[in-house]
């Protein structure tokens, strides 16, 4: 198989709210002699002037398309516990997810009536320790719009790859799923950094501190106070994302070869 090179890299911080335009950013970034800089973040609202989900929704889809040498990081689950989900493929479950669940709330009640009313987690959420199960009052909607209005219209279109359940194209974008809080607890730099006081800019920064003091990461001049900022640490989280995408590189080869079988249904949290 011909090798692929990637150079260009977005991380997302998602959100299936109906105004999601508002509240999903975007970081992205280039690899320069093996390191990732992120010379922009912003909302998608402030690069395309909606807050409107399905049109932020389209528009993503569409920044992920033009990704042909990229890797995109979205932040949401790309799929459910695997005796929930009916199929042993998971393109299939993604395909026909619209029409398996038709709207959010649907899609919520029946994961817990197959769950018999408990939440239950991937093997990915379990191992990477992620906050949420997929269906979680505090995620279910990004999981669904999520699936349903970014992951299964590429899918069906054949216009990506998603790893670890299908293999690379070269030419086609890679596309996976990343969890901010996953990165920062394995790399020991977690901590309270959502809020409005002192303290939590303060936080914000040190976790940027240390992310580019391990040469994790550069950051262009302009792009940090928009981190230090955003008090939701959204904007943060979106770094955050393109750096596991760009660390996901160094993982994808051998989860495609020898990936456990529940990732290549449930899908794989790289971090």
Not at 246 to 261: N, V
Request: some cysteine; glycine content about 8%.
């Amino acid at each position: 198989m011909e090798k692929q090179s990637y150079n260009n890299i977005i991380g997302v911080d998602f959100s299936g709210g109906r105004n999601a335009g508002d509240k999903i950013w975007v970081s992205r970034g280039k690899i320069e002699n093996g390191v990732l800089h992120v010379y922009s973040c912003d909302r998608m609202s402030e690069l395309h002037g909606s807050k409107n989900r399905e049109i932020a929704l389209t528009h993503l889809r569409e920044m992920i398309l033009s990704l042909e040498d990229g890797v995109a990081g979205l932040d949401f689950p790309f799929s459910i516990p695997r005796e929930l989900i009916g199929h042993s493929r998971w393109d299939l479950f993604a395909k026909q997810f619209g029409e398996s669940y038709p709207d959010e709330h649907y899609f919520r009640r029946r994961c817990f009536a197959k769950a018999r009313n408990k939440e239950l987690k991937r093997l990915t959420d379990s191992e990477m320790r992620t906050p949420f199960c997929p269906y979680n009052l505090r995620l279910y909607r990004q999981t669904y719009f999520g699936i349903r209005d970014v992951l299964a219209p590429l899918v069906t279109e054949d216009r990506v790859c998603v790893a670890p359940m299908q293999m690379i194209v070269p030419g086609k974008p890679l596309v996976v799923e990343i969890c901010p809080a996953s990165t920062l607890k394995l790399l020991k730099l977690y901590n309270q950094y959502k809020g409005k006081a002192p303290e939590h800019r303060r936080e914000r920064a040190a976790i940027l501190d240390g992310l580019e003091s391990r040469r994790l990461v550069t950051i262009d001049a302009k792009v940090r106070p928009k981190l230090l900022k955003d008090t939701e640490g959204d904007a943060l989280d979106s770094v955050v994302a393109a750096l596991a995408a760009f660390r996901a590189l160094g993982q994808i080869e051998g989860k495609l070869d020898s990936a456990h079988a529940e990732y290549l249904v449930e899908g794989f949290v790289y971090a």
